[in-house]
């Protein structure tokens, strides 16, 4: 048996010609997307219309990177939480709702010419909601807010197109298992993302992006969702490195749309932030 694996072993490494397999965590082949609020990032991005703060606290990572030749592919783990926070005047922070996602991803990148790359990445993800002690006054939660079950089992598939001046994408998310149970399975996803990648001072590269998201619509009346409304996110700034490596990105953020947080589902945010985010 173990002549057999080592001898299948041996025939895919010289039929691929070239092979280079690396286990040392690396940023992913598939670049973590800009302008998508769901990616795990590390952010402070104060809300400039209210007192309200997110802090996401996350990381992608490949632990296994595989070169066959021109084609590249990637095994990784995702991580994030993503919280709102409450801005008090004597530096007091309380905490009123968080995400965590938890997942494993699969990612493939190769040339389509000299100056074009096609990407992808499958994704297999939980994430779940909770309101947290930022929500709860006077023996009761703010808002008529109250915490809920809100759990999701999900893949996801993400398509892309890059080069040295930006990126294309467009994805589709799966529902296998969620609770409550009367949501929609599928999600749709597409955005654009520009880089100035030859910008006079070389430490420095200009970006904007623009995230769209296609998502089922929660009617707490019917306690299921109905249709489909949209929610965009917009990233502009600056970027200390090149984009797609790491280091720290200076931006300005919208959201509009329906809220991305689990707690909060069905209802519709906007905000305006301008903050800091480090692509690890």
């Known amino acids: 048996m173990k002549r057999t694996f080592l001898s299948v072993v041996v025939w895919l490494f010289c039929s691929f010609g070239y092979a280079q397999l690396s286990f040392e965590p690396n940023r992913p082949l598939f670049a973590p997307l800009l302008a998508d609020a769901k990616e795990p990032r590390i952010a402070i991005l104060p809300n400039q219309n209210n007192d309200e703060l997110s802090l996401d606290i996350g990381v992608s990572l490949d632990l296994l990177q595989l070169s066959l030749e021109r084609r590249r592919f990637g095994v990784g783990v995702d991580f994030g939480t993503f919280s709102e926070l409450r801005r008090e005047w004597n530096f007091k922070f309380p905490v009123n709702a968080v995400d ?122 019917l306690g299921r969702t109905q249709g489909y409304g949209g929610a965009t996110n917009v990233q502009m700034g600056i970027k200390l490195n090149a984009v797609g490596k790491r280091g720290m990105r200076i931006a300005f953020n919208h959201y509009g749309g329906l809220d991305f947080r689990g707690m909060y589902l069905g209802r519709y945010a906007f905000e305006q932030s301008v903050g800091v985010l480090i692509d690890f």
């Open 100 to 221: 965590y996602l938890f997942g494993m991803n699969v990612s493939y990148r190769a040339p389509l010419a000299s100056w074009l790359d096609v990407a992808g990445r499958f994704r297999l993800s939980h994430i779940s909601a909770h309101l947290v002690d930022g929500r709860f006054a006077g023996g009761g939660w703010i808002e008529g807010l109250e915490p809920f079950t809100y759990s999701r089992e999900f893949v996801a598939l993400t398509l892309a197109l890059s080069s040295e001046w930006g990126r294309a994408y467009a994805g589709c998310e799966v529902l296998f298992n969620v609770i409550p149970r009367g949501i929609a399975a599928s999600s749709y996803q597409a955005g654009v993302e520009f880089y100035c990648a030859r910008f006079p001072l070389s430490a420095l590269a200009p970006f904007a992006a623009i995230d769209f998201r296609l998502v089922p619509i929660w009617r707490r009346a």
